[in-house]
């Protein structure tokens, strides 16, 4: 189906899916697509869907509807259009192109595990050895031999409670639990791990998209012009420019050159890669 991403200022606000034949756009709250600012009319336009096209006409808006520029009063949409109403942008993603940009997305931004060569340029640059990540293995110590079993004793033993072998007590200000104490404890299990940090790309055709990180290495980018790789060390995530065109331009982070050494990311960092802007997230 076709879809509709509201940005403003390069920045994601929502998408909607275009699943109803008229979709209208403006400022009052029973618009479809509605933005709430000043610039922008009650009713300011309308999109018509029949069939697999898409018609944008302007409702005599106050401050005019505009496609890539240029002002219209009707238009017949094309994948890719940019609908400009007062400060906010409208892509428009036609229908049945989404899964080739999926595929596009894979192809020229995720470079595969497969590709070894550029995998172990990424680890080695990213400080993690000859590039194959390898959990570490664990083995069971032997167990150690059962103690002998004590003799019955041949005539019963009288037991005794002797006043050194009374329960001692914590000494006042201690750190030492108590059984009241440890028991609280136990009712309350530690928090959930936190959800994994995610890539979201922030520009160009596939806006929205998202990658969590849930890889101790991922790599990005396109062999031979530009490729960066993204490690987890516990819960911090580094990055590092492990390949680059020779007179091209290197990748960025908050319009920053990456060169040198890996570097720490920190969240909302933006990274810019063969000219598309991701935002680094962990919440």
Known sequence: MARLILTLSGQVMAEYNMTKERYTIGRLPDNDVRIDNPAVSGHHSLIINILNDSFL???N??????VNGKLIKKHALQH???ITIGHHQIKFISSGIEEEEDDEFARTMIID???EAVQRSAAKAAGM???TYK????RDEAPASPPPAAKPPSEPVETRTMASEEPRKPAFGSSEPTPLSAARGAKNPPPPPAAPAKIQVLSGSMAGRELELNKPLTTLGRPGQQVIAITKRGETHYIVQVDKKADGPAAKVNGQDLTGPARK????????LLGVKMGFFTS
Do not use: C, R
């Open 129 to 131: 050895g000859s590039g």
């Open 265 to 272: 990311l920190s969240d909302n960092d933006v990274i810019e």
């Open 135 to 138: 959990a570490p293995v664990f």
């Open 61 to 66: 808006s106050t401050n005019g509807t505009y």
């Open 80 to 82: 890719n259009d940019v």
């Open 113 to 115: 595990s497969s590709q």
């Open 57 to 59: 006409e302007d409702l």
